[in-house]
């Protein structure tokens, strides 16, 4: 692959920054790549694993002279970090990000932006629910959808130097409105987070059945929303923070189809619970034809490890 990018920088060098990292250096997409994060601890260790070619100590001195600026932090980091780097962005620099929301994220920054820069919202669709620069893996963006956000009248140049970006990560890339995105996010990745952190915490409420019977006989179906439920709580707090109303209105419709059920389930009618059932099986194999999940038992995890 050839190079893309003279100095790359990343702002936040967790689990999707490290990621990147890692990509980049695979596919060789960067000159140099400078990073930056809030722990001197965090910068030692992207240093240590070689993701970074130097660490700054401050966003503003990682940004300047960049030709690529990535914010990888949580998403309510950005309007304070982008106030911080905008003044440092050179004439042509792309700035991006990788944050869940679009909408509040494009409220957010886009006023810091100088006019001779170029702001691109985007949201790669990958992750897993580890945090952090070791957590990270070049691969991760391979055969994954990453949603551009640009704005009607982006420079189209810089949309397709950055589409190219990621499609050299691997990713398949897609352009949307911030807002269209949020919306199809909120039920396609945090409706589902914000129940399995209700499940979780509901199972771990119950006084009849002991903490230690719920981790005993947890069942496929509970050990699967533990897994979301681990995800990092404060990249979560800062997604539904920030996509409030699409969250809110999928909720909404969630609860109502969630009472369909109750009721369902309350007078009997197990024609509409198997007509429900079946058409959510259908989903997940669409899911599986389309290449976006394996079909292997326990997502391809294999067994657990034995203690
Ligand atoms: P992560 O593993 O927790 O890493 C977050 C990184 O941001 C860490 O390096 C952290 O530094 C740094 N950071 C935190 N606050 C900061 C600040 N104020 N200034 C500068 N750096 C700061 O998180 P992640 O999973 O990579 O998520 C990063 C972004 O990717 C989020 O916006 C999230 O919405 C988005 N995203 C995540 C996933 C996913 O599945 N995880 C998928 C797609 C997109 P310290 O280590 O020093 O605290």
Redesign the pocket.
Known sequence: MTKLFDRVSL?????????LARAMRKQALAGEIAG????????A??LELGLVDHVCPT?AKAAKDADLVI????????G??AQEIGPTLNSGAILT?????KGAVVKDVSPHVPRHAHFIPG???????????E??FAELFINRWCILTPVPDADPDAVEKLAAFWRACGSNVETMTPEHHDLVLAIT?HLPHLIAYNIVSTAADLEEVTSSEVIKYSAGGFRDFTRIAA??P???R??FLNNKDAVLEMLGRFSEDLSALQRAIRWGDGDMLFDVFTRSRQVRRSIIAAGQDTASPDFGRGAPKTP
């Open positions: 702002i936040g060098i967790g689990l999707i920054g490290s990621s930056y994060a809030r722990s001197e601890t965090t910068r260790k992207a966003a914010l990888c932090s949580p998403v309510g980091t950005y304070a970090l990000d990788v944050g869940s929301v949201h790669p669709i990958a992750g897993t629910e580890q945090s952090g620069p957590s990270g990745s995800s990092d404060t990249m979560w800062d997604v």
